[in-house]
């Protein structure tokens, strides 16, 4: 996995099978609107990689959120690669240049 990589949220083979998706950050906007508060994930969401610890190789991805300008921006989880799909099928779900 590598930064700006598109990736989907997948299940695991290991995980158990009522498994949802996984609880990240949601991050901008203001916290009168939710910025910060624990939000969940579902598995097949799209997200853009943003950082790979190159200690534990824990992966910091952003999925977007859409809502107004004061609202949070994304969601930022931090998961383990088994739990990403690469996808250069699809565009960047930020938009170009971000």
Do not use: N
């Amino acid at each position: 996995m590598t930064i700006e990589d598109v990736v989907e949220l997948v299940v695991s083979d290991d995980s158990e099978a009522a498994w949802e998706g996984e609880y990240g950050t949601a991050v901008g906007g203001s916290p009168e609107k939710g910025s910060g508060e624990i939000m969940l994930v579902r598995a097949g969401s799209i997200g853009k990689v943003f950082d790979v610890d190159a200690v534990t190789g824990w992966v910091s991805v952003h999925f977007p959120l859409s809502g107004g300008p004061m609202t949070p921006h994304w969601v930022e989880c931090i998961v383990t690669e088994q739990q990403l799909r690469r996808r250069s099928d699809l565009r960047d779900p930020f938009g170009p240049g971000v």
